[in-house]
């Protein structure tokens, strides 16, 4: 039975991993996962702590307040014409940055004066020629049409073009989204050219100017499909050694109305301290331009997370996701911890060490992530070990209810309800597979009932054995015994078992007693008054190892008690007419019961399947000894 429910245990548990699985690999149930995977992030991220971004990276955002400074200040209107992103250029140049990326669409030549296009294309010149290269934003649109899906490269205007600037992929799809993963790279139609990502097109320029294998990096840091998940460091736009504003840039213009082109001695070196060496992003960080997004920091705009991409890249610090193969295998290793976990005892040790673990495996997750950049499926690992828990659990649950009910049935009526809620908590106790103990083993039989039902109806008979064996019911009861069976007029009892008791001998030996006293005492006076006529009983008693437990086929069982001891308990009866005492009990009884009890020898012969002679003893009380002698005939 244990063994049974062992694997029946264990089939929930794969079960719930064989559901995991196919959650797992279904795209419907996996964006599902995914989803909370990524809203997990935010307690990985917290968990972890904020981390210091590399010391070269640079941040320009465009904000409402810039916007506004360079329409009343300056009359320009926004989007900012191209000519002072083209000073912008130079000025970074001169300050020292190595690298410019302007996270800007500088499409549609129709709309802009052309002289402005070209200040911006000499600009990229301009920083070239002095070893800072500029990045520009491109973006693939994408149409799908009834037989086919086209898809079309924007690039910036032809006259900016003609500088041969670097391209890199903005993120416009992903806009108001919540953005963890960077796409490093796309490709056009058959693959025929490969458009990196303004952060990986950055990343690739460090390379080239630092002599670093630009592949063999970006293959470590990536997966096959080419995304990477961005490692933020904390929000930039809040960093002031890392950010600021447009405005900042151009402050002598906005605040001194100096000319553009008269950029002073003083200004020249606070840029040249700030950007010396540095990596820059700039962009729009106006929330009418819809370019933000929701990270593990809260809102982040466009620019920022290109910025933190990068950051990935530059400093090494990719978050390392395993891949699927190792996710199922780390569920199916908490599958079967759970299942462990389940085979505790009792059953609020389950629940302790089943928080405990759970509580383990979430923070052995943000230990990874914190530690070592390594993210599990949160969903995956929790579901891994929480789903088969209550599956294992419930079932544990149910199946110990049917067990409780299946004693109560058992057991209910003819022992002690302390001694059922005992097995209950402990079926040990009483195994329904069968156990072997030493137990006091009592058969009761009511002398000449055939000559007495003769004489009775039906009813009569049932009331005349409901009234007597209720009485022995409560006896054996009080005195830690069970009534394993009756057999109309007889009667089979165990001390003993099932839950082992400190003196069985002597309990079933008291209870022999106080049946006949309660014979002559309690149930003739009612018969009498039922007009039922008076009866005598015998009671043999033996001591040995018997084995009790369930016995029978799959359709009916019964649990009861077999073995050597109980048949010559029964046999020990059956002579109690032929000695004439209503109690004879064996050598074994008399030996094992003490000096509490009379007993006198009354005799010795073989029994049926014995080869030794038994010794027969009577129990009686010497003032009444009446009591307890067999009378042939009962006045």
Request: net charge negative; charged share 20%; with cysteine.
């Amino acid at each position: 039975m244990k063994q049974q429910r062992l694997w029946t245990s264990l089939g929930f548990a794969l079960a719930c991993f064989v559901l995991l699985f196919l959650l797992y690999t279904t795209p419907g149930s996996r964006a599902a996962l995914d989803a909370v995977d990524t809203m997990a992030l935010n307690w990985h991220y917290a968990f972890r702590g904020p981390l210091e971004p590399d010391s070269r990276l640079r941040v320009i955002g465009i904000s409402e307040n810039d916007i506004q400074l360079f329409r009343e200040e300056l009359h320009v209107p926004y989007p900012l014409p191209r000519d002072w992103y083209g000073t912008l250029v130079i000025r970074l140049t001169d300050s020292g940055a190595r690298i410019i990326v302007l996270d800007i669409l500088f499409a549609g030549e129709d709309s802009w004066d052309s002289a402005e296009d070209e200040a911006l294309r000499d600009a990229i010149l301009y920083a070239r020629e002095r070893d800072c290269e500029v990045i520009l934003a491109a973006a693939i649109e994408t149409m799908i049409l009834p037989s086919s899906t086209v898809r079309t490269k924007v690039t910036p205007a032809p006259a900016i073009m003609e500088a041969d600037p670097l391209l890199g992929l903005a993120n416009t799809t992903q806009k108001l989204g919540y953005r963890t993963d960077e796409h490093a790279w796309d490709t056009m139609q058959d693959g025929q050219e490969v458009l990196y990502s303004q952060a990986a097109q950055a990343f690739r320029v460090h390379c080239a100017q630092e002599g670093l294998e630009f592949e063999a990096l970006l293959d470590n840091a990536v997966s096959t499909d080419g995304y990477y998940r961005i490692n933020y460091c904390r929000q930039l736009e809040k960093d002031h050694h890392v950010s600021t504003s447009i405005g900042n840039i151009f402050k002598n213009e906005l605040f001194e109305g100096r000319d553009r082109e008269a950029l002073d001695s003083a200004e020249a070196v606070r840029l040249q301290k700030n950007f010396t060496g540095s990596y820059v992003f700039v962009g729009s960080r106006a929330a009418a331009d819809n370019d933000y997004f929701q990270t593990p920091y809260g809102t982040m705009y466009g620019v920022d997370t290109n910025a933190s991409a990068f950051d990935t890249l530059l400093s090494g610090r990719s978050i390392k996701v395993l891949p699927p193969v190792v996710v199922l295998q780390v569920a199916f290793l908490l599958t079967l911890l759970a299942w462990l976990t389940n085979q505790l005892k009792p059953v609020r040790r389950v629940w302790l060490a089943g928080l405990l673990m759970l509580a383990a495996v979430v923070m052995l997750d943000l230990l990874l992530f914190s530690r070592s950049s390594v993210e599990l499926s949160f969903s995956m690992t929790t579901l891994g070990y929480g789903l088969p828990l209550l599956a294992c659990f419930f079932h544990s649950a149910i199946s110990d209810e049917l067990a409780a009910r299946r004693i109560r049935n058992l057991f209910g009526r003819y022992v002690a309800s302390e001694v059922v809620e005992q097995i209950v908590k402990d079926p040990a106790l009483a195994d329904l597979g069968g156990v072997e103990r030493t137990a006091a083993v009592m058969f009761n039989d009511i002398r000449s009932f055939s000559t007495i039902s003769e004489q009775l109806s039906a009813a009569q008979v049932v009331e005349f054995l409901n009234l007597y064996w209720g009485i022995v019911n409560n006896i054996v009861i009080r005195n830690h015994g069970w009534i394993n069976k009756f057999l109309g007029d007889g009667m089979v009892a165990c001390f003993g078992g099932p839950v082992p008791t400190e003196k069985p001998v002597e309990d079933s030996v008291r209870t022999a007693l106080e049946i006949v006293r309660a014979l002559h005492d309690e149930l003739w006076p009612q018969l009498d008054a039922r007009g039922l006529p008076r009866f005598q009983i015998g009671i043999g008693i033996n001591v040995g190892r018997v084995i009790m437990g369930n016995i029978g086929s799959d359709l009916r069982q019964e649990y009861t008690v077999i073995g050597d001891a109980a048949n010559v308990a029964s046999r020990v009866e059956s002579q109690t007419k032929e000695y004439g005492w209503s109690i004879l009990v064996t050598q074994s009884v008399v030996d094992g019961a003490g000096d509490s009890f009379e007993f006198r020898f009354v005799g010795s012969q073989q029994v049926k399947g014995r080869n030794e002679e038994v010794k027969f003893y009577a129990v009686l009380e010497s003032a009444r000894e009446e009591t307890f002698r067999l009378k042939d005939r009962l006045d």
